[in-house]
């Protein structure tokens, strides 16, 4: 086992180590003298490195400009061509009468609803469905089991309901449940969007 003795860089070392715990005065004046040295790098650091660049974005189009704080620290300040609110307000839909082509489309896929005989697969009930209705409502169309649908026959004119320029909300009655069906303008003519049993 070595022998340790007051002599030699070892002891110096351990010496230095040992001088913060040697009692609660040495250990909080070591932790004064450390939190004084981090703060006066922060401070040296920053001014001997020299100040960031301002630089444009290009993916954001905002530009960031660099300021000083009373420290004497630079500290980035983004900025912004962008409008913070809208130009204009956006406009609420008026109501408007109801557009004849749009309750004819409602009428004719009321009709190809409800054609479903015995033995029609859903990919044949789907294809008739498919020229009167939207190409995002498809999907939705392609889970209903014809087989399921109460109805077999329309039993009236189709009522018009809340009318806009671009939909309509019209209502059919069928042998079954009354349909209450969503019309909608689109760039290939008024389609159906949506559909539910009406009360």
Excluded at 52 to 63: E, H, I, L, V
């Amino acid at each position: 086992m070595p022998i340790r003795t007051n002599r030699g860089r070892t002891a110096v070392y351990r010496r230095l180590w040992g001088w913060p715990l040697r009692s609660p005065r040495h250990l909080m004046g070591t932790l004064v003298f450390l939190a004084i040295l981090v703060t006066a790098l922060g401070v040296v650091l920053p001014k001997v490195v020299g100040k960031p660049q301002a630089k444009a974005s290009p993916t954001t189009g905002t530009t960031t400009s660099v300021t000083a704080t009373p420290s004497g620290l630079a500290a980035p300040v983004p900025t912004s061509n962008l409008p913070t609110r809208l130009a204009t307000p956006l406009a609420t839909p008026t109501p408007t009468t109801p557009n004849g082509d749009a309750i004819r489309v409602a009428k004719a896929w009321a009709a190809a609803w409800v054609n479903h005989p015995a033995g029609i697969t859903s990919e044949q009930w789907l294809a008739q469905l498919k020229p009167l209705t939207t190409e995002e409502y498809l999907p939705v169309m392609s889970t209903v089991d014809p087989a399921n649908i109460p109805a077999t026959k329309v039993t009236g004119e189709p009522v018009p309901g809340t009318s806009y320029p671009k939909s309509l909300q019209v209502t059919i009655p069928t042998d079954g449940p009354k349909l209450a069906i969503t019309v909608v303008s689109t760039n290939a003519g008024w389609r159906v969007a949506d559909y539910d049993q009406a009360s």
